[in-house]
């Protein structure tokens, strides 16, 4: 059964600290890993990692992909209160198919 | 605003009653998927449709559950007889390639 597990469950930081969010997955047919940001409401689209190596930047946001060692970080950096939500990673196990998320990781930025 | 939107925001009904959602996805979007989550979990996918055609469905959705898209535009997904293990946030999603946007939600309420 493909399996998609996110550490830590829960992180609490600093305004201006740099973190680093782990996602692992197990999977049968591996096409892409998704990461989405999770306020209040719907999970946000944030980046889509198809190959190994290759670091998809967008501001403070940035992530890679492993594909050999199975697993992905997304590093925020100078974090504000406003990056304070769940972040969820996904993986698609078949083109255009459903996503199996993990838990999520819940980030609390302080002031 | 020409995201996905769904409706009604909040649901609050009684063990044993129906409810329907709906679901508009973007419009060029030709998939449209369905899953549910609960608290302190990522969402876990119900079903897919590409077009009008339902192409899978999750070992999660019961006979109690069903969802339509006629002709391939918004969807619709019935609980039958609503169990208080029901109470989830059910969201939609589409797309026209590989990234999934969301929706906000449904949030229902088996009291």
């Known amino acids: 059964e493909d399996k998609v597990v996110q550490s830590p469950l829960s992180l609490v930081v600093h305004e201006g600290d740099t973190v680093t969010l782990n996602c692992s997955y197990e999977?049968?047919?591996?096409?892409?890993l998704l990461w989405y940001k999770q306020e209040k409401k719907a999970p946000t689209f944030l980046f889509m990692l198809?190959?190994?190596?290759i670091e998809k930047k967008s501001g403070r946001l940035s992530s890679i992909l492993d594909k050999k060692e199975l697993f992905s970080i997304l590093n925020i950096t100078a974090t504000q209160t406003g990056d304070s939500a769940i972040y969820l990673c996904?993986?698609?196990?078949?083109?255009?198919?459903?996503?199996?998320f993990g838990a999520g990781t819940i980030l609390r930025v302080k002031s | 605003d020409t995201g996905v939107s769904q409706d009604p925001r909040h649901k609050i009904t009684k063990r044993g009653q129906n409810v329907t959602f709906r679901c508009d996805p973007i419009?060029?979007?030709?998939?449209l998927y369905w899953y549910r989550q609960t608290l302190g979990q990522g969402p876990e996918f119900l079903t897919y449709?590409?077009?009008?055609?339902?192409?899978?469905k999750s070992r999660l959705l019961s006979d109690r559950f069903s969802a339509e898209r006629p002709k391939g535009s918004f969807s619709t997904l019935e609980i039958q007889r609503t169990e208080q293990g029901d109470s989830a946030m059910y969201l939609c999603?589409?797309?026209?390639?590989?990234?999934?946007?969301f929706g906000p939600g449904t949030r229902l309420t088996v009291t």
């Open positions: 999603a589409s797309s026209s390639h590989r990234e999934q946007y």
């Open positions: 999977v049968t047919n591996f096409r892409s």
């Open positions: 198809t190959s190994s190596g």
């Open positions: 996904a993986v698609e196990a078949q083109w255009g198919n459903k996503l199996v």
């Open positions: 419009s060029e979007h030709n998939r």
């Open positions: 449709f590409q077009n009008e055609a339902q192409l899978e």
